[in-house]
């Protein structure tokens, strides 16, 4: 019993040993078809290389400077240099230097440039830069992410940059994040949000800009979105409608000096707000619904006196034919009675382009007028005024 008990132990430190040199070999070249077929045969697991070249596919412990294999390369540990592989690259450990494969990288974590025909697979940490034709993703991303796709990072924070084609996901942001569709951060974005239709964080201490919406707690820069803009705490929203709950909210009536009777939603921040009406026009026959939007800023507030400017569109329409336009800056004084209701009166600078003679005559005097070489409508320039009350929401 006691003479199996010391060949056993024997034999065990006999292959602990064994795999401890055999963790030391080294191979200036490695060259082969696909494991075990090189010139390292079954024992490549075990190599660290400094050229290796194969055919097929390649196995080993380390690679040092470069590495080649027509379809897959597997390493157990670390990569040093340029490596390259036809579909596929693992490695089990760190990849510094260049990563590239035709269809996947597969590495536990990264420093330097990894570029993959669809993606880019990071357990931990990226230092640098993925490059993949559809998906990348890191536990932690210093650098930059691009992919046709999306680009995700779990944990940790981003510091850098997120563009993809689709979608961005990332914890916290210190950087830029654009994407053709949407961008979301689970916490905190430092720098900037760009995205075609949507962004989502919590904090940001920057700004965000969408085609369509935003969505945050606060933002301490400026939110533009086409639509709607969603925030705790913004100041300077820009959008048709911000739903911002330290914000302010109103639903007013206003005529101006084309007859135009508007009821208007407007909301946003201290600062900026959004403006959207619907109305009537008093004085044509045919062209009498009208739509407005714009966007607005408190310039000055002492008590109940404000001075606001805004900057708005306004069409009016029959659904049948014709078209009018007017592109109106206005400036309102406005008073505030008790806490609910804000009166104001107010100039402003116009300009108009219409194609009937009923939009025409909605305005007598004009600082100057032409028609348009290309649409050939009537085109001027006036001075206009608008008043109305508010109610404070």
Not at 97 to 104: P, T
Not at 219 to 224: N, R
Not at 296 to 325: C, I, P, V
Not at 343 to 361: D, R
């Amino acid at each position: 019993m006691y003479r199996k008990l010391f060949l056993s132990v024997l034999f065990t430190t006999v292959s602990l040993f064994s795999g401890l040199f055999a963790q030391e070999k080294k191979s200036n070249l490695h060259v082969g078809v696909m494991y075990p077929v090189s010139s390292n045969g079954k024992e490549a697991p075990a190599y660290s290389n400094e050229v290796s070249l194969h055919l097929l596919g390649g196995l080993s412990n380390e690679e040092e400077a470069v590495s080649f294999a027509g379809i897959f390369n597997k390493v157990n540990h670390n990569v040093k240099g340029v490596h390259i592989a036809g579909i596929g690259y693992h490695v089990g450990q760190k990849a510094d230097g260049v990563l590239f494969s035709g269809v996947l990288n597969n590495y536990k974590s990264g420093k330097g440039v990894q570029l993959a025909g669809i993606a880019n697979l990071a357990k931990e940490d990226v230092k640098g830069f993925q490059f993949g034709g559809i998906f990348n993703k890191a536990k932690r991303a210093d650098g930059f992410q691009f992919a046709g796709i999306m680009n995700m990072t779990d944990s940790a924070t981003l510091k850098g940059g997120q563009f993809s084609g689709i979608f961005n996901s990332a914890n916290s942001v210190r950087g830029v994040q654009i994407s053709g569709i949407a961008n979301q951060v689970k916490d905190s974005v430092s720098g900037v949000q760009f995205a075609g239709i949507g962004n989502i964080a919590q904090n940001v201490k920057g700004s965000q800009f969408s085609g369509i919406f935003n969505k945050a707690k606060k933002v301490s820069g400026i939110q533009f979105a086409g639509i709607l803009n969603i925030a705790d705490s913004s100041d300077y929203p820009i959008a048709i409608i911000n739903v911002i709950k330290n914000g302010e909210k109103s639903i007013g009536l206003s005529i101006d000096d084309q007859s135009n009777a508007i009821a208007a939603f407007r909301s946003g921040g201290k600062v900026l707000y959004g403006i959207l009406g619907l109305g009537y026009n008093l004085k044509n026959k045919d062209e009498v619904y009208a739509l407005q939007a714009g966007f607005g800023a408190h310039l000055w507030r002492m008590q109940q006196f404000q001075l606001n400017t805004e900057l708005t569109h306004l069409t009016l329409t029959s659904f049948k034919k014709g078209d009018f336009y007017r592109n109106s800056l206005a400036v309102m004084p406005t008073y505030r009675i008790g806490n609910k209701i804000d009166v104001f009166l107010g100039g402003s600078v116009n300009y108009m382009s219409t194609g009937t003679e009923e939009g025409k005559g909605l305005t007598k005097n004009f600082l100057h007028s032409w028609n348009g070489k290309n649409s050939g409508n009537f085109q001027g320039l006036f001075l206009g005024y608008s008043a109305g009350l508010k109610l404070i929401l």
